[in-house]
């Protein structure tokens, strides 16, 4: 799953999330103020970063794929 950055709303704090593509959790809130609803942050780095990471680990796991 890719990793997302989100701020939240209330505090500003900036916290990592994991989950599916366009599916964040119901409950995502600020670990430190427990506010609801924060804010995606768009990083194409990390994007394209997490990217390359799972292309490399899905070549160690299925080499065939890639031949
Ligand atoms: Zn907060």
């Known amino acids: 799953m890719p990793l997302?950055?989100?701020e939240c709303t209330a505090c500003g704090h900036v916290f990592e999330v994991f989950h599916k593509i366009d599916s964040p959790p119901?409950?995502?809130a600020c670990p430190?103020?427990?506010a609801k609803e924060p804010k995606k942050i768009v990083a194409p780095f990390r994007?394209?970063?997490?990217?390359n990471f799972l292309?490399?680990?899905e070549k160690k796991v299925n080499?065939?794929?890639?031949?």
């Open 26 to 28: 119901d409950d995502l």
């Open 63 to 67: 080499p065939h794929k890639f031949k």
């Open 32 to 34: 430190q103020c427990c």
């Open 47 to 51: 994007t394209q970063f997490w990217s």
């Open 55 to 57: 292309d490399t680990m």
């Open 4 to 6: 997302y950055d989100y």
